[in-house]
C-alpha cells in the first residue's frame, strides 16, 4: 500500500510564505514524476508545479518566480516552497505521485492540505 502524506498548509497573511511537503510511503521501487495541485472552491483542480525523476520542472503561468517545486528523492519526499503568496492562492492543495509498485506504475494521491492567504 502506497500512501501520500502532505503537510505545512495553514494561514498566512498576503506577502507571506509557506512550505508544504509531500511524503511518499509504503513498498515503492521507484517514483517518477511528482506533482503539486490546488482546487479552490467552486473551481476545476489544476496543476501548480511539477517535477520529474531528474530534476526537470514546470510550472503553472500564475505562479512561476514565486513558486518553487523540489524533490528529496532519498526521502521520497517532495515539496513547494510558496512565496508572494496571494489570496487567489487559497486553495487544497493535493500532491500527486506517479510510482512503480511491484512492476506496475500508478498515479497517487494525497488527502490535500488547505492552504488559506487573508488579505
Known amino acids: 500500500q502506497v500512501q501520500l502524506v502532505e503537510s505545512g498548509g495553514g494561514l498566512v497573511q498576503a506577502g507571506g510564505s509557506l512550505r508544504l511537503s509531500c511524503a511518499a510511503s509504503g513498498s515503492i521501487f521507484r517514483i517518477d514524476a511528482m506533482g503539486w495541485y490546488r482546487q479552490a472552491p467552486g473551481k476545476q483542480r489544476e496543476l501548480v508545479a511539477g517535477?520529474?525523476?531528474?530534476?526537470?520542472?514546470n510550472y503553472a503561468d500564475s505562479v512561476k518566480g514565486r513558486f518553487t517545486i523540489s524533490r528529496d528523492n532519498a526521502k521520497n519526499t517532495a515539496y513547494l516552497q510558496m512565496d508572494s503568496l496571494k489570496p487567489e492562492d487559497t486553495a487544497v492543495y493535493y500532491c500527486?505521485?506517479?510510482?512503480?509498485?511491484?512492476?506496475?506504475?500508478?498515479?497517487?494521491w494525497g488527502q490535500g492540505t488547505q492552504v488559506t492567504v487573508s488579505s
Open positions: 517535477i520529474t525523476s531528474g530534476g526537470s520542472t
Open positions: 500527486n505521485a506517479a510510482i512503480t509498485q511491484r512492476g506496475v506504475m500508478r498515479t497517487y
